[in-house]
């Protein structure tokens, strides 16, 4: 999931794609760890703010049954705003 998401943020969307729909398989089949952990290890969430791994871990493993692609963007999206977020608190 952090990978896919790095790769977001660096512009390569081919490879970001790639990971996040890989990382959504492997969370919809029950790898890649459980709870707040998989959220927490996506380098690009705001790790100071429970709230927000919280909800996301909710959004997430809620919508694990949407397209990959739909979902990626949604992953992506979250990042975005998360960087915003923590850009405006710095």
Same mark, same amino acid.
């Given at each position: 999931?952090?990978?896919?998401? %790095? %790769?977001?943020?660096?512009? *390569? +969307? *081919?490879? @970001?794609?790639? =990971? =996040? +729909? *890989?990382?959504?398989?492997?969370?919809?089949? /029950? /790898? /890649? /760890?459980?709870?707040?952990?998989? $959220?927490?290890?996506?380098?690009?969430?705001? +790790?100071?703010?429970? *709230?927000?791994?919280?909800? %996301?871990?909710?959004?997430?493993? %809620?919508? =694990?049954?949407?397209? $990959?692609?739909?979902?990626?963007?949604?992953?992506? @999206?979250?990042?975005?705003?998360?960087?915003?977020? +923590?850009?405006?608190?710095?």
């Amino acid at each position: 999931l952090g990978l896919g998401m %790095a %790769a977001d943020f660096w512009g *390569d +969307t *081919d490879e @970001a794609q790639r =990971l =996040l +729909t *890989d990382a959504q398989t492997s969370l919809r089949e /029950g /790898g /890649g /760890g459980q709870g707040l952990s998989w $959220p927490i290890s996506n380098v690009l969430v705001d +790790t100071r703010t429970h *709230d927000l791994l919280v909800e %996301a871990t909710h959004r997430y493993q %809620a919508s =694990l049954n949407l397209p $990959p692609a739909e979902w990626a963007r949604m992953v992506c @999206a979250d990042g975005e705003a998360w960087r915003a977020r +923590t850009r405006l608190d710095s």
